[in-house]
């Protein structure tokens, strides 16, 4: 609920900002305009701009048999990590893990579609643990505003990149992945150099490495290749989530 309350808060104070602003500037038609503009903002920050990479990355929901079980994990471990409801997806392009929320209790996980071929039964029950531990852990709005941001300036992505690095750091986003990697740990029941080992897996896969999620490098559980120190997309270093989970770097 407070996850909530907060979304609400952060939607109109935003709309009476663009108001005030509007106002100030054009008059009646500036607060015509900012109403028009708030009401666009709040839409594609809700839904358009989970549209946009998931259809960039032609994203296809798991519906009929669960050949791998995984969807089956997902539903058995959900609870324990305060979800009531999580949907999983598969893509055929390049691209890690994601996770996002559609509430404070319902998320979406989307997986490679080889994935789940490259790991063991232990390991497809870790990777369960993995991805709802970063989706319980994750903001529902933060990662939606700046995949909303990098997709809208594109073109400009050398100039909103810093920014939004900066906007990851105040609020303590990268902390907050390394907070699931340890709790993935805990649940799952596991080793420190079990859980090294299985980031550090999850990491080599070819098909987890691409260039650009166009948007979705926020909903990341993993930290991408063309990280650098002006557009890490709120991801710690692969030797900083090591360090965390093992003591030291292997």
Known sequence: MRTLTQVWVFFVSLTLVLLFAGF???????????FILSLVLIYATLHRGLALFKRHLNVKEQTGNDTGGFRELLQMYKNQFGMDEVILHFSNRATPPLVWKNSPESGHVLVHRELLNHLTSTEKNILAHFVLAHLAERSFLIPRILSIFEQGFWGLNYLVAPVATLIT???????????ADLK???TAGISSFEMGYFIQKLHGFSFHNTKTL????FFSTLTLKNRRGWLT???PQLKTRLINVMGFEP
Not at 24 to 34: D, E, P, S, T
Not at 214 to 217: F, L, M, Q
């Open 169 to 179: 750091q105040i609020l303590r986003i990268p902390a907050t992945l390394l907070k």
């Open 184 to 186: 993935t740990m805990q």
């Open 24 to 34: 100030q500037v054009g008059g009646r038609r500036g607060l015509f305009i900012a």
């Open 233 to 235: 997309h709120g991801h």
């Open 214 to 217: 166009k948007g979705g490098e």
